[in-house]
């Protein structure tokens, strides 16, 4: 079953990974171990501090095997 949520900012993103990481019953410090980024990234990265570091956040995002999807505003359905 796929089950699609909006992120619209980076707040909603931290929420987002913190559900599915809760959701596959890993820590804070595993998820970052199988991942390869820094206990410090992901504490930030699910409070939604603003981060130019997207290249980790999307590896964060495939370690849960999380799917990301840009849709322009304008598109319609």
Same mark, same amino acid.
């Given at each position: 079953?796929?089950?699609?949520?909006?992120? @619209? $900012?980076?707040?909603?993103?931290?929420?987002?990974?913190? #559900?599915?990481? &809760?959701?596959?019953?890993?820590?804070? !410090?595993?998820?970052? $171990?199988?991942?390869?980024?820094?206990?410090?990234?992901?504490? !930030?990265? !699910?409070?939604? &501090?603003?981060?130019?570091?997207?290249?980790? #956040?999307?590896?964060?995002?495939?370690?849960?095997?999380?799917?990301?999807?840009?849709?322009?505003?304008? #598109?319609? @359905?």
């Amino acid at each position: 079953m796929i089950h699609m949520a909006t992120a @619209s $900012d980076s707040v909603a993103l931290g929420q987002l990974i913190r #559900a599915e990481r &809760k959701r596959q019953q890993l820590t804070q !410090e595993q998820l970052a $171990d199988v991942a390869g980024v820094g206990i410090r990234f992901v504490r !930030e990265l !699910e409070s939604g &501090k603003a981060s130019c570091r997207v290249g980790l #956040a999307l590896t964060v995002l495939q370690t849960l095997g999380l799917i990301v999807s840009i849709t322009s505003r304008g #598109a319609s @359905s």
